[in-house]
């Protein structure tokens, strides 16, 4: 994983070489497209993997494994959600000798806080059933991933220090890859977000 996002980051700075070369006063932007194999990765190294699932007054211990991303899709207009990431997990249970493939969806929106962007990504629905015992929602059992997206740097260029700053400002699904869209915003003002931290 650590060479694809390397490669990820690599593209956003390139961006913005690009920028401090050719616009030094103004504000450009780049897109990076981050692959199913990555965000597979990601994700599959920071989710849990068991919870504990209370279903019917008892808790079922659930081991999680086998997470990947099978691909994205379009969220519909008028809302705040950008999109869906469709996955696949099994979540076993020793207990009842249960074995089972789920295939949740993540909603993935920008969210911003004290001025900040960042990129969401959050459960939808996750139904989990176990047979003669009763059912359970897993979505709450997994918290939001937040990726911090809005970033203030100082770049050497020119003998001189440009405060640069990086921020999300639009999130797309593509065929096989999510697509985030930055601002490269050469000497922003950001005297009201640095006392708002």
């Known amino acids: 994983m650590k060479s694809s996002i390397s490669t990820l980051f690599h593209r956003v700075g390139l961006g913005l070489a690009l920028l401090l070369a050719f616009a030094p006063a103004s504000q450009a932007s780049v897109e990076v497209a981050v692959d199913a194999t990555t965000i597979s990765e990601f994700l599959g190294a920071v989710m849990p993997d068991r919870i504990d699932v209370p279903v019917a007054g008892t808790t079922v211990p659930v081991r999680i494994k086998d997470f990947q991303v099978l691909g994205f899709t379009q969220a519909s207009a008028g809302t705040n959600v950008k999109g869906y990431i469709d996955t696949a997990l099994v979540v076993s249970s020793v207990d ?10 993540l909603s993935v929106r920008v969210v911003e806080r004290n001025g900040f962007r960042m990129c969401e990504l959050r459960f939808e629905k996750v139904p989990f059933s176990i047979p003669l015992v009763g059912s359970a929602n897993l ?4 918290p939001p991933v937040v990726l911090p997206a809005d970033y203030l740097s100082q770049v050497p260029t020119g003998g001189r220090d440009v405060p640069v700053r990086t ?5 797309t699904m593509g065929r096989d890859s999510v697509r985030m869209h930055f601002d490269l915003i050469v000497n922003p003002d950001v005297s009201g977000l640095l006392r708002g931290r």
């Open 139 to 142: 979505a709450p059992m997994f």
């Open 96 to 105: 009842y000798g249960l074995s089972l493939t789920l295939r949740p969806k």
């Open 167 to 171: 921020r999300l400002s639009d999130v």
